[in-house]
């Protein structure tokens, strides 16, 4: 069965009836780029740029990164790459930045936050993406957003790099795609505002999941509380789509979350655009959405929002027959 799940691989993301989502790859490195697309992934959804600042001395200079960037574009051949902007500090601690150890860094000084202490690290790193833009699919996602002013300056920094490379007479492109991760519960109720400046958004289901019910996702004390599927998050996930939707944007999930056959019935039921996951599990997502009826799962979801319980949610799962429409 698996190895007709990986023949099947290349096949697109598709629905029994015909509803497409897109199904793509998170990888940490250039080096994973070619394995998951073998995989039948139909582009990368997270390349978590960070893994490149990490276990050395040093940040890497704009010209290491174009190369890492550029190589992936190339392998992607011209299929979409979300880089995402480094996600450091906090948890993922980078010794020459010289940032003073947190007691609670999940709720500290990480990604966004720390980028305008950092200006000159970001702006080379937004250089890096522009210039390897110009040979493939580039999108830029911004980590840890949770107001429209961290974007504005965002976009403002972006700009300067464009207009620098331009007076360098550098190639890059010369727009890129903007989203940003939605993984901080404040940004949900202000979609709207950000559709006016983004064009895409990104579940991050890993980091929204403890931000929504206070729960370290690194506790093992509180970690039975850490899951994705309650009543809440399910109607947290709606209440973005919908506004999303409502704007004409469109949005992705790139945590755990969105590998787990499990909950693909209801994630693809709350209007999902795009899946992505480490590329090892594509073949046996795209062989079950083949299995899907979206508007049952359309149904289910609306279901599970009504649920009162997790375990509400998990029987409502159980009962779920996805073939007969
Ligand atoms: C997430 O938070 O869901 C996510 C994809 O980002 P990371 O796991 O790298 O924090
Ligand atoms: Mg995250």
């Known amino acids: 069965q698996r190895r007709q799940q990986f023949r099947d691989a290349s096949l697109p993301a598709r629905t029994r009836d015909n509803a497409q989502v897109e199904v793509a790859a998170n990888i940490g490195s250039a080096l994973e780029a070619p394995g998951a697309f073998d995989c039948g992934a139909e582009g990368v959804g997270l390349f978590r740029t960070e893994m490149l600042y990490m276990d050395r001395d040093a940040a890497p200079d704009e010209q290491e990164q174009f190369e890492a960037y550029q190589q992936v574009l190339l392998t992607a051949q011209n299929r979409p790459v979300i880089f995402r902007t480094m996600d450091i500090g906090g ?83 010369a727009q890129l795609p903007l989203g940003i991760m939605v993984e901080v519960p404040s940004v949900c109720f202000i979609i709207d505002h950000f559709c006016e400046e983004v064009d895409f958004f990104s579940i991050g289901s890993n980091d929204m999941t403890q931000y929504l019910y206070a729960v370290d996702r690194n506790n093992p004390r509180v970690s039975a509380l850490y899951n994705p599927v309650t009543p809440s998050f399910m109607r947290m996930v709606r209440q973005i789509v919908t506004a999303a939707h409502r704007h004409g944007k469109w949005v992705g999930l790139c945590g755990e979350l969105g590998g787990e056959s499990r909950y693909l019935p209801l994630l693809l039921g709350l209007g999902i655009d795009e899946f992505s996951m480490s590329g090892s599990r594509i073949p046996a997502f795209k062989a079950q959405l083949r299995q899907l009826d979206s508007h049952l799962c359309r149904e289910l979801a609306e279901k599970a929002c009504d649920c009162r319980s997790p375990e509400e949610i998990e029987t409502l799962l159980l009962g779920f027959a996805p073939e007969t429409p």
Do not use: C
Request: aromatic share 8%; proline share 6%; hydrophobic share 45%.
């Open 91 to 173: 948890d993922k601690q980078i010794p020459y930045l010289n940032i003073p150890q947190e007691e609670n860094p999940f709720l500290g000084y990480r990604a966004v936050r720390i980028y305008p202490e950092f200006t000159d690290l970001f702006r080379t790193q937004l250089r890096a993406i522009l210039r390897a833009g110009a040979s493939g699919n580039a999108l830029l996602m911004i980590p840890m957003v949770h107001s429209l002013e961290q974007i504005l300056w965002v976009k403002q920094i972006l700009r300067q790099a464009q207009e620098e490379l331009k007076a360098q007479g550098l190639r890059h492109a």
